[in-house]
Every structure is written in C-alpha cells, then in structure tokens.
T-cell receptor
Framework: EAEVAQSPRYKITEKSQAVAFWCDPI?????LYWYRQILGQGPELLVQ????????DSQLPKDRFSAERLKGVDSTLKIQPAELGDSAMYLC????????????FGQGTRLTVV | DAKTTQPPSMDCAEGRAANLPCNHS???????VYWYRQIHSQGPQYIIH???NNETNEMASLIITEDRKSSTLILPHATLRDTAVYYC????????????FGTGTLLAVQP
C-alpha cells in the first residue's frame, strides 16, 4: 500500500541551528500539506501546496520557516533558526485533489529543540 | 471554513457502539463533514466523510442531521485499538480547500 514517507522520524537540534524535514507524498497526489502538532493539541496547518504552487501559507512563520516543492513531487520544510517553541511533531500529508478528498498522513518527524 | 465543537473526551466499553458527536452549526451548503482519528504517536487516519446523506464504510457510519448542523460518528463495535483522538472537520469542495483540525475527542475504549 502506498504511503507518505517522511524523514527523519526524530530530530534533536540546538536552539539557533537550522533543521530540515523531507516528505515524499503518494505518487500522483497533487496536494501536499505540512502540519505542526504540539503535544496535546490538534495538527495546525502550516502550508498547503497544489503541485508546486503554494495555496496557503498564512500560518507559516515566514521569518524562520520555509517550504518548497520544486518539481511538484517531494517537499522540504526548513526552520532557521530553530527556537525552543518549535519542539513539536511535523506531519506531512498528501491527497489527490485537495481538501475535499481523503488525505493520507505520514508518520511525522518529532523535533526536539534544546 | 466552519468551526466544529466536540466533547474533549468519551469512554466506551469494548464491543459496544461508540457514538461521537460533533456540532457544526455554521456549516455552509457546499461544505463536507470529515472524520479523522489519530492513534497515539501516529499520523491522523481518514475515517469517513459526507455532505448530507448518511454514509457507511468498513470502519464507521456517519449520521448527519437534516439541517446539517451536527453529525455523529458511529463505531459499531469498538475495540481497544479504537482508542484514539477523533477529529471532526468541515471543509469545502475544491483542490484548494483546507483540512483544519480542532482539538478532537479522546475516545477511551475500556476492556
């Protein structure tokens, strides 16, 4: 069964360092989402891509976060510099056609900033 | 996107039906109701969605009231593996519509 792949699964980084997460969506899925989930809360949408274009990044802290999906396939989310408050689970999801169809989630990257 | 309201937690006995309510009183005519669940330390998993008719699949049933202001997710025979946080989401139609999660309902299935 096709899955959304994310790496790494766990990442520990020091405050002020740069960190990057990678996501490979299910083949053929045009829509890709990045979410951040703080412990005890629901996932918060950071950015949504349709193919290589950003559809929504209104909740992305653009002073330190960036996301790209250059060829409309895999995607990278970067944080620079990392802050203690960025400690969270970062989830990637993909769907064939956006918010009105089933989205498939990866296992996430657990980030700890020390 | 319309907001949803769910109870923070519920208990259910193993083998019994679990009925999870969701209020979405500001839903508009072209918005769907989606349910996802998240088992501890895993990514969310899609369960079911519907517009106005009741829906059923191998995992669950979705009952939407006639005025569409509320819905109920039914797990017919809950097992311990159904212990998870269940999210009710309202989202419109179209490739650019977003999936916005709330805080969900923690369902604890008791042996």
């Amino acid at each position: 069964e096709a899955e959304v792949a994310q790496s790494p699964r766990y990442k520990i980084t020091e405050k002020s360092q740069a960190v990057a997460f990678w996501c490979d969506p299910i083949s053929g899925h045009a829509t890709l989402y990045w979410y951040r989930q703080i412990l005890g809360q629901g996932p918060e949408l950071l950015v949504q891509f349709q193919d290589e274009s950003v559809v929504d990044d209104s909740q992305l802290p653009k002073d330190r976060f960036s996301a790209e999906r250059l060829k409309g396939v895999d995607s990278t989310l970067k944080i620079q510099p990392a802050e203690l408050g960025d400690s969270a689970m970062y989830l990637c999801a993909s769907s064939p056609l956006g918010g009105n169809t089933e989205a498939f989630f990866g296992q996430g990257t657990r980030l700890t900033v020390v | 996107d319309a907001k949803t309201t769910q109870p923070p937690s519920m208990d259910c006995a193993e083998g019994r039906a679990a009925n999870l309510p969701c209020n979405h009183s500001t839903i508009s005519g072209n918005e769907y109701v989606y349910w996802y669940r998240q088992i501890h330390s895993q990514g969310p998993q899609y369960i079911i969605h519907g517009l106005k008719n009741n829906e059923t699949n191998e995992m669950a049933s979705l009952i939407i009231t006639e005025d569409r202001k509320s819905s109920t997710l039914i797990l017919p025979h809950a097992t311990l593996r159904d212990t998870a946080v269940y999210y009710c989401i309202v989202s419109g139609f179209g490739a650019t519509n977003k999936l916005i999660f709330g805080t969900g309902t923690l369902l604890a299935v008791q042996p």
